[in-house]
């Protein structure tokens, strides 16, 4: 049995962090993410932004964590957002209709389904897009 291989890098500026997570998220390395999460709340963290761009799969066990934490971190006043979820992560919030959780989308407003179908587009979104970095670093105005 082989452990799978999961990297976690945070970058804090005051209360802010950014995680960036790269590899499988699977029942084997779900509790490092929760160990990540769950030290940033430790330290005083109240708004954690993961960047999953380099994530290749997550299961039900890393959206189980994802939510967990979110609900910690609301609790206290804090958010969790999550970035750029791979496929798999995408499917189970669609499936599970829980992505306003953590993708900081209004309610009744998620992505369209990963089905066979093409979906119609969704309207161009009235904020710009900025990089993690700037958000995390208080550049946005």
Same mark, same amino acid.
């Given at each position: ?55 290749? %799969? ?18 206290? @006043? ?28 209004? %309610? ?29 670093? @208080?550049?946005?105005?």
């Amino acid at each position: 049995m082989s452990l799978a291989q999961l990297t976690v890098h945070r970058h804090d500026r005051r209360n802010r962090a950014l995680i960036t997570l790269g590899g499988e998220i699977d029942l084997e390395s779900a509790p490092l993410v929760r160990a990540s999460l769950e030290r940033c709340l430790q330290d005083g963290i109240r708004t954690i932004y993961v960047d999953l761009t380099q994530v290749t %799969f997550c299961d039900c066990s890393g959206l189980n964590e994802f939510l967990r934490a979110a609900q910690r971190i609301t609790v206290v @006043g804090g958010t969790l957002r999550l970035h750029h979820p791979p496929t798999t992560l995408a499917r189970i919030l669609d499936l599970a209709d829980c992505g306003f959780l953590l993708l900081g989308l209004p %309610f009744g407003h998620l992505p369209p389904p990963l089905g066979d179908t093409p979906a119609a587009p969704l309207p161009a979104p009235r904020h710009r897009s900025v990089p993690l970095t700037s958000v995390l670093l @208080g550049d946005v105005r």
